[in-house]
């Protein structure tokens, strides 16, 4: 603990470094370290990482932690990162306040954070009015884009998954019946874009509604390949109905792509989901057959004295720095940056009108109950 509590410290000490030349080029991070609230909490109460994750003060020291990772990496380079962190917890008129300092502000060339929805809102329109290129790294919402081209939205929307869907089951192989499962009355963003994309490209997709006379099981066959994108919002609806799909476990021509926080409800037993062909799309991976993933582990032990986590950002704050770091340093042309991320994927689409929204997803499978890439 106090080796946490010391790099805390360290790290919300971090200041700008004065431009020397111009071949240097200045990331600025907008974090929310809560440093404010340092020392208002009770150590003793921290029992384990999880324990840890519920202080805010440290909900995200492992994406800088990993993000540090990718910036020493420049420290035997020819290039120069200038790097700037700044804490800003919920505070709008902290964030506007560094803003208005116009001598650290005209050395920035990118922007990464701010984290939550009504800052960032603030420092892309700033962003947008001074052409500095500024990076979402967790939102899900599309209107961050719009009418801004200085914004990169690092987290995938349904739109990409629909992609994937059409690229590998309607594009290629033969012909697929697309089963939208949910309930009816259900208000799901991502069942509402998937079927306006589906539509749009004139995909035929059919629902299938929990509570009508014509369940599930009674539209599953075997003489056709089905592909069935399940929306199911009730957590108990979820675990009974993909019990009795387990249990029965006939469907051999039937792909299920369910969401991915499904395998986190505790009581979705794996068994049933293991007899079954399952998806799922996620935007990180971590493939321990890869060299590169275990020496990123081995360092970041070696750093830290404990194992990189996904759920606590650390492989996210390595590669969304490394590759924007990357990409500014080649004045933002994607194709010539030759990063190849741990555990993520990049693939920044222009939309009309607006900013990049990286559509590169990971399909997966559970397979001999583990989670693995999709065959």
Known sequence: MKKILLFLSVMLSLSSLSAQNADVKTVLYFLPFFGEEYGMYDEYKIKSSADIDNEPIF????????????LNEYETSFHRINVIAKDVTYNNDKLIQIMENEELMSQVDLIIGPFFASQFEIAADYAKRHQIPIVNPFTSKRDILEDNEYVYKVQPSTEAVAEIVKERWIDHGGET??????????????????????????IPY?????????????????????????????????????????????????????????????????????????????????????????????????????PPD????????????????????????????????????????????????????????????????AD
């Open 206 to 306: 059919q629902f299938v509604l929990e509570g009508d006379k014509l369940s599930l099981k009674n539209r599953l066959v075997d003489y056709k390949r089905q592909l069935v994108m399940a929306f199911l919002p009730n957590e108990t609806t979820i675990i009974a109905r993909m019990r009795n799909l387990g249990i029965d476990n006939s469907y051999p021509n039937t792909t299920f792509v369910i969401p991915e926080e499904w395998l986190e409800i505790g009581a979705l037993e794996v068994d049933y989901l293991n007899k079954l062909n399952v998806h799922l799309f996620s935007d990180c991976f971590v493939n321990m057959d890869d060299d590169k993933t275990l020496l990123f582990i081995s360092d970041f032990i070696e750093k830290y004295n404990t």
């Open 59 to 70: 909900s995200l020291v492992s994406f800088w932690e990993g993000a540090q990772m990718a």
């Open 310 to 373: 996904l759920k606590r950002f650390s492989f996210q704050g390595y590669d969304i720095t490394k590759y924007f770091v990357e990409l500014m340093l080649h004045d933002f042309d994607a194709s010539q940056v030759q990063f190849t991320p741990v555990t993520m994927k990049f693939n920044f689409v222009k939309t009309e009108n607006g900013g990049y929204e990286n559509h590169g997803l990971f399909l997966l499978q559970l397979k001999d109950y583990k989670i693995q890439l």
């Open 177 to 202: 019946e697309i089963l939208f499962w949910t309930e009816r009355g259900a208000d799901i963003p991502a069942l509402q874009r998937c079927e306006t994309y589906f539509s749009q490209k004139e």
